[in-house]
C-alpha cells in the first residue's frame, strides 16, 4: 500500500473516532496496522477497540506486541481495558513497578532500553506519566 493512502486511511480512523463510528474506525485502523505493522498503528487501532468497548480484544493486540512493557502509552491503555474487564490484580500488575525516563519512557525489564514511538504530536497533550504516576499512588 502507497504511503499516501496509508496516510488517507489514518485520517479516515481519526475522523470516524471524532464522530464516534468506532465500528469504522476498528475496520480502517485494522487495514493500516496490518499493512504499515507500525507501533503508531497498532496502539490507533488499540484505541479504537477500546473506544469502542472492545477490551479484550484491545487488550490482547497490545500484549501480542512486545510494545507493552516498553512504552507507557501501549501500558496505559492496556491498564484502562483491564479496568473496564474489572480484572483489578492484573490491572495494577501491568502499572507496576516500571522505570520512567524523565520524558515518559518506560525502560524494559530485559535490555533496560527506552521505547520511542511517534513523541512529536504529544507536545499537547496531557502527560501519559503523571497519569501513570497518579494512578500508581505515588
Known sequence: MKEEEVERLRGLVRDCLSKHLYS???FFAEKVAAATSDPAD???QAQALFLGHQ???ALHLLNSSSIVLRDLRFRYLAAKCLEELKEW???LT???DAKV???GNVNSPKDCSPMY???DGEDHEINVRVLFIVHRGI
Open 24 to 26: 469504522s474506525a476498528i
Open 42 to 44: 497498532i496502539y490507533m
Open 55 to 57: 477490551y479484550r480484544r
Open 89 to 91: 490484580h492484573q490491572c
Open 94 to 96: 501491568m502499572l507496576g
Open 101 to 103: 525516563d524523565e520524558h
Open 117 to 119: 514511538l511517534d513523541k
